[in-house]
């Protein structure tokens, strides 16, 4: 039997995923970055897991703070969503150049975003160049209840595969 890759990379493209901003840490140790690999993984407790890139400032924060603040991309903000391929930092009352407040438990919620969840992180497993971090909800917004948020289907842009 032979393995078809491009099978596999057009297979793996197929699969749907949200972009969000995720960001970890506080005050001037608070990073972010754009992250599409999601999927709410639990009810009760209310678990979000995430494949985050393993050699990434995003990643260490992770690991040093064990929380995370996930706000969704609007549907057609391709500006906010590209601007965090790059770790943002705080300037002022910006985050990576855009408006956003502190969460108490660290990371960034970014006003722009239609909703947000700040998370505990409970566990990460540690596989392959992204790992997967499974964090529990433990407050959760609104910004814009009327937005749609983005998929990276929508984008062009290719992640996965």
Not at 12 to 37: C, D, F, M, P, Q
Not at 59 to 80: F, P, R
Not at 142 to 160: F, P, Q, R, V
């Amino acid at each position: 039997m032979t393995f078809n890759l491009e099978a596999k990379k057009h297979t793996l493209r197929l699969l749907h995923h949200n972009v969000a901003i995720v960001s970890s840490g506080k005050g001037e140790n608070t990073t972010g970055a754009t992250v599409t690999w999601f999927m709410q993984s639990s009810f009760e407790p209310p678990l979000i897991s995430m494949a985050v890139k393993a050699e990434s400032h995003l990643y260490s924060a992770i690991v040093e703070n064990k929380n995370v603040v996930i706000s969704l991309v609007a549907t057609g903000d391709k500006n906010l969503a590209g601007s965090f391929f790059k770790p943002g930092t705080w300037d002022g009352d910006t985050f990576g150049g855009f408006p956003a407040k502190a969460h108490e438990y660290g990371g960034a919620i970014i006003k722009s975003s239609p909703a947000w969840l700040a998370c505990e992180v409970k566990s990460i497993v540690e596989l392959g160049d992204h790992h997967l971090v499974v964090a529990q909800v433990m407050d959760s917004g609104i910004n814009n209840e009327d937005e749609k948020a983005m998929s990276l289907s929508e984008t062009g842009w290719h992640y996965g595969g």
